[in-house]
């Protein structure tokens, strides 16, 4: 079953003792805290780890203004949906200010990053440590409850390390090109 908004709101409610939500828009106080936190709850978690559901390349587009100053020849503007910037390829010296990368080069430049895909692209073990991130945000402003939210800390606390682990398995590793270290051994 893919998954919605309104679903994982709904499952982290359910995890704090609280009644699922029929809409969005209902003006409960569920509601309200729920739609409030919900978006930036999702991008701290998106943040957190180089997810591999999450990642996108693209070329970025060069500026045709000259930056100010003489430290930087070119800038490049970085795409609207990035979260957290992975890597630029070819590996260059630069600096992000604001939306912009400024740097020494001019050729075409790929930028790699994390974005927010829809809730239904999500995989189950990030729906899960999702609902328990949310459960304990909310446990506090929705129940009271500052016993729920230590409750689900611990249970948060085990799905974003199963989760981190899980999505790590899906790419393998890079290996060690240049090793000195180990090459003077043998």
Same mark, same amino acid.
């Given at each position: 079953?893919?998954?919605?908004? !309104?679903? %994982?709101?709904?499952?982290? %409610? #359910?995890? #704090?003792g609280d009644r699922p939500l029929t809409s !969005? =828009?209902?003006? =409960?106080?569920? &509601?309200?805290?729920?739609t409030n936190l919900y978006d930036n709850v999702v991008e701290n978690e998106l943040s957190k780890h180089r997810w591999g559901f999450a990642r996108k390349k693209i070329e970025i587009s060069k500026d045709v203004a000259a930056p100010v100053g003489d430290e930087w020849q070119t800038t490049y503007t970085l795409p609207a949906d990035m979260i957290t910037?992975?890597?630029l390829e070819p590996l260059i010296k630069y600096q992000i200010l604001g939306d912009k990368v400024y740097c020494? /080069? +001019?050729g075409t430049l790929y930028a790699e990053y994390i974005h927010k895909p829809s809730e239904g692209d999500w @995989?189950? /073990?990030?729906?899960?440590m999702v609902e328990y991130a !949310?459960?304990? $945000?909310?446990? @506090?402003?929705i129940r009271? +409850?500052? =016993? +729920?939210? $230590?409750? !689900?800390?611990? &249970? /948060?606390?085990?799905?974003?390390?199963?989760a981190r682990y899980t999505d790590s398995q899906q790419h393998p590793q890079s290996s060690i090109a240049y090793r000195p270290f180990i090459d003077v051994r043998f």
């Open positions: 079953m893919a998954s919605s908004k !309104l679903s %994982l709101i709904n499952n982290a %409610l #359910i995890l #704090i !969005l =828009t209902d003006g =409960t106080r569920a &509601q309200i805290a729920a910037l992975i890597k020494n /080069y +001019s @995989p189950p /073990y990030f729906c899960k !949310l459960g304990m $945000d909310f446990a @506090p402003s009271d +409850s500052a =016993t +729920s939210m $230590d409750l !689900l800390a611990g &249970q /948060y606390q085990n799905a974003s390390r199963m």
